[in-house]
């Protein structure tokens, strides 16, 4: 387990040092912003109360993290699914 973490995280590094981030390829944060961006407009139209507009806003973040994790998890599992080394491989760049 503290292997395949190890080996995880150098090849995460390499790649970063290597690639990048390369322009026009998606970028998690991009869409966590549009994700925040739309979800903010919708709250600021639907409602004025201030208590309202807090519990949107923690449960925006709290979906955010959430929803970014589970998604993580399942592309994760899934490329395991497939073999180990595309595990691995999946989770060096979401890394």
Not at 72 to 88: E, M, Q, R, Y
């Amino acid at each position: 387990m503290l292997l395949n973490s190890c080996i995880i995280l150098l090849l995460a590094a390499s790649l970063d040092y290597l690639i990048g981030d390369p322009w026009g390829w998606p970028h998690p944060v991009r869409v966590m912003g549009w994700v925040i961006s739309l979800f903010t407009n919708l709250v600021l139209f639907q409602w004025n109360s201030s208590s309202i507009r807090r519990w949107a806003g923690i449960f925006l973040s709290v979906g955010l993290i959430v929803g970014s994790g589970f998604v993580g998890w399942v592309l994760v599992l899934v490329a395991k699914g497939l073999h180990p080394l595309v595990g691995l491989t999946v989770e060096s760049i979401l890394l």
